[in-house]
T-cell receptor, first 112, second 109 residues
């Protein structure tokens, strides 16, 4: 069974630009969640989607948004990039929110 | 004070030693996850538990809901166990994970 796939693996963007990251969950998993990891703040929850509905959102500005498609694939978007958005962005999928998480390898975003 | 506290922050052990990593949380939870992250970023879920104890190979995780405390034990530690171990509490008020800062474990041969 294929694991969680995140694309792209690496991205370099300039301040003010926007970026879209993609996450394909394990087949059959309907819950997809996104996380930001930085050396200073560690891992932080961004949002969680289940069956195309955002069920919870972390404490991030509105520049961070996401969506989930009918095939459970998910995208997250960051608009008006800031230097502080440089981070490893991870997504995870699970059958339900009370099931074990399966993480992708992440997208490393560098904002210059 | 963080909602999820881990200790110790850093841990160095000799191969074969018994290792314990602790996690205390102040929020109400539906479950608690233990995660392992190797250099390069990949995260693996080790355990998800809401009560009692779980065991997988040399790894054991326990949780005491009343005391809001969980422990991860590694028996007969090995250099390949060197990684960052992270506990994460799944809030009972939504599908939101709150993470500890992680414990950096180094096992020397």
């Amino acid at each position: 069974k294929a694991g969680v796939t995140q694309t792209p693996r690496y991205l370099i963007k300039t301040r003010g630009q926007q970026v879209t990251l993609s996450c394909s969950p394990i087949s059959g998993h309907r819950s997809v969640s996104w996380y930001q990891q930085t050396p200073g703040q560690g891992l932080q929850f961004l949002f969680e989607y289940f069956s195309e509905t955002q069920r919870n959102k972390g404490n991030f500005p509105g520049r961070f948004s996401g969506r989930q498609f009918s095939n459970s694939r998910s995208e997250m978007n960051v608009s008006t990039l800031e230097l502080g958005d440089s981070a490893l962005y991870l997504c995870a999928s699970s059958l339900t929110y009370l099931s074990p998480l399966h993480f992708g390898n992440g997208t490393r975003l560098t904002v210059t | 004070k963080n909602e999820v506290e881990q200790s110790p922050q850093n841990l160095t052990a000799q191969e074969g030693e018994f290792i314990t990593i602790n996690c205390s949380y102040s929020v109400g939870i539906s479950a608690l996850h233990w995660l392992q992250q190797h250099p390069g970023g990949g995260i693996v879920s080790l355990f998800m538990l809401s009560s009692g104890k779980k065991k997988h190979g040399r790894l054991i995780a326990t949780i005491n809901i009343q005391e809001k405390h969980s422990s991860l034990h590694i028996t007969a530690s090995h250099p390949r166990d060197s990684a960052v171990y992270i506990c994460a509490a799944l809030s009972e008020y939504g599908n939101k994970l709150v993470f500890g800062a992680g414990t950096i474990l180094r096992v020397k041969s």
